[in-house]
């Protein structure tokens, strides 16, 4: 069974960065959307920021401007490079990737934003 892991959360000072990375555990093909959501304690989880096979990017707009997301050339892991981090970007993130076979989730990792 296929799973996505994320790796590169960690706890950082408020305008710190980070750079989140979820691959597949085996080769995954045809994913359409790789998405990153994050979920603070008390809160609903919410769509970050998103990219399509064809690389088109959508982003939430809390972190227009700081969050980028990218994807390897072989549409089989996604990245999340996070700059000037802010105390409310707390949360765990996940990873989702999108394709025929349906969503797949990773199984989150924390990132702190605190002094």
């Known amino acids: 069974q296929v799973h996505l892991v994320e790796s590169g959360g960690g706890s950082v000072q408020p305008g710190g960065s980070l750079r989140l990375s979820c691959a597949a555990s085996r080769n995954i093909f045809s994913v359409t959307v790789w998405a990153w959501y994050r979920q603070a304690p008390g809160k609903e989880r919410e769509l970050v920021a998103s990219i399509l096979s064809n690389g088109i990017t959508d982003y939430a707009e809390s972190v227009q401007g700081r969050f980028t997301v990218s994807k390897d050339k072989a549409n089989t892991s996604a990245y999340l490079t996070m700059n000037n981090l802010k105390p409310e970007d707390t949360a765990v993130y996940y990873c989702?990737?999108?394709?025929?076979?349906?969503?797949?989730w990773g199984q989150g990792t924390q990132v702190t934003v605190s002094s």
């Open positions: 989702k990737s999108r394709g025929p076979w349906g969503d797949l």
